[in-house]
């Protein structure tokens, strides 16, 4: 898939699983018993271990080996390139799951054209499941088109979710669920936001909420629940953004997003 006109959406989720089954794969290998952490972020709780740095390398690699022109954005390295073709890559996301041996990570490859992300894949690595959607294409699991959960009431629903890392964001995370909590069937907290979107899709939970995602943690998943059928986005009107990012099929999607407004999530204490 090298140089003439823009692939087609299928075109570019083909090569996004491809290198994030690579990507997975080398990870499993490479594992050790506890990763060596080399860099914290955030807070000393946020980290980064050695082998997010060589996985988003090897599949920057694979991006300029077959994607030459194209401009990448990573979790670890940033931004590079530019055009209209851009790659949105979290090489783990959920590493602390991964520095622990939980099972809940997963490596995340969008491609964004003109600025709308029309694929993706999310390697679940430790589950051996690998989500991909391409825009106007469906969600997918190996062979199996996914569809989310639908007709399901905000009290029947079960409501995934996750946290930050700083204690001003968990202060207000931990008022906002015992807000959430009481109305809903329960709450699951996985650790990956990209899993999470992903189980949307599959309707392994009926929606999800969560508040300071980065666009590399649900470019990809964000579009699979989508093309699963899920309503996508922030509060108020807005699109997904850092501030929050909910999914869930219509009609829980709107009875999630007005519980959550009054609840003021977007905030620090």
Request: with cysteine; hydrophobic share 45%.
């Amino acid at each position: 898939m090298t140089g003439g006109a823009t692939p087609e959406p299928r075109e570019f989720a083909v090569l996004a699983a491809d290198i994030a089954r690579e990507a997975g794969d080398m990870l499993r290998q490479k594992r050790s018993a506890r990763p060596e952490v080399v860099q914290t972020k955030s807070s000393p709780t946020d980290v980064v271990t050695a082998l997010d740095r060589a996985a988003e390398e090897l599949v920057r690699d694979r991006i300029r080996t077959a994607r030459p022109g194209d401009a990448v954005l990573g979790e670890e390295g940033g931004a590079t390139g530019g055009g209209d073709v851009r790659w949105i890559v979290d090489p783990i996301d959920g590493t602390v799951n991964f520095l622990y041996g939980l099972p809940e990570w997963a490596v995340s490859v969008a491609v964004e054209v003109a600025g709308t992300v029309v694929a993706g894949a999310v390697n679940v690595v430790p589950r051996g499941e690998l989500f991909t959607a391409w825009l106007g294409g469906g969600a997918w699991l190996g062979g199996e088109r996914l569809r989310c959960n639908t007709g399901v009431p905000l009290s029947r629903a079960l409501i995934a979710t996750g946290f930050g890392y700083s204690a001003a964001r968990r202060v207000v995370q931990a008022e906002v669920l015992a807000g959430v909590l009481p109305v809903v069937r329960d709450i699951r907290r996985s650790g990956s936001a990209a899993a999470d979107l992903c189980s949307v899709a599959a309707g392994r939970v009926d929606g999800y909420y969560e508040r300071g995602t980065e666009y590399w943690d649900h470019a990809a998943g964000g579009l699979v629940a989508a093309e699963a059928g899920a309503r996508v986005g922030g509060l108020n009107g807005r699109p997904h953004n850092p501030d929050m990012t909910l999914a869930a099929a219509p009609g829980l999607f709107e009875e999630l997003h007005d519980l959550l407004v009054t609840l003021d999530p977007e905030r620090d204490a």
